[in-house]
């Protein structure tokens, strides 16, 4: 499985609609301070669930709808796609390619979708349980994450370690049994 495409559109600096086609191996973003390289990243988080705008850089949620620059309007949506080879059926559904799309609105309403289809945040975050590929997951290492990582308290260690195991779906669904 591999992150095949990436789409971003109205999310914090990108006004107008970018594409990115990844290939498997390894793909650089480079270029000047300020330029957008991180907001890439903070894409990615957020289309996988990210819910605090503090980790994403801001302070209220629709700080990553585009503001506006001195040539463009501010935009009213941001949406965030990602699509995902699954050849293997890493993930769990049936299908060769999946997609994930977020979008905010500025009237506070957002969306989530799977393949096109509507869906909640407990399906994204389940979608990608134990693959390492979600919002917390060890596939986005950050700047201090390691540090982070080296002094976490062993409770926090223990998860990280379960996620890189693949076992956190069987407590998850446990706590979801005993919720019914
Ligand atoms: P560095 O090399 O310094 O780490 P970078 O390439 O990672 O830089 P980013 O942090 O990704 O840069 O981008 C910062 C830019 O994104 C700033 O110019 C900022 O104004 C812009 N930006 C962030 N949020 C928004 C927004 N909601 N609307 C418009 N522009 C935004
Ligand atoms: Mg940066």
Redo the contacts with the bound molecule.
């Keep these: 499985m591999h992150l095949k495409q990436l789409e971003i559109q109205g999310f ?2 990108f ?1 107008e609609k970018v594409t990115l086609e990844l290939t498997k191996g390894i793909t650089a973003v480079v ?10 990243v ?1 894409a990615i988080r957020w289309v996988l669930g990210e819910q605090s705008a503090k980790s994403l ?2 302070i209220k949620m629709d ?7 001195t040539t463009k309007k501010a935009i009213g949506m941001a949406e965030v796609s990602l699509t995902f080879t699954n050849v293997e059926g890493t993930l769990p559904l049936d299908f060769n390619e999946i997609n994930i799309t977020r979008r905010l609105f500025r009237s506070g309403e957002s969306e989530y979708l799977i393949n096109k289809a509507s869906c909640r945040l407990k399906d994204i975050y389940e979608l990608f349980m134990d693959t390492g590929i979600g919002k917390e997951g060890f596939s986005i290492i950050g700047q201090g994450k390691i540090d982070e990582v080296l002094s976490l308290k062993p409770e926090d260690r223990r998860n990280l370690i379960e996620e890189s195991a693949g076992i956190v779906k069987y407590r998850y669904r446990k706590t979801e049994a005993q919720k019914k």
Excluded: E, L, M, Q
Aim: hydrophobic fraction near 25%.
């Design positions: 914090k600096s006004a270029g000047p301070n300020g330029s957008g390289k991180s907001n890439v903070d850089r801001g700080d990553i709808i585009f503001a506006g620059s």
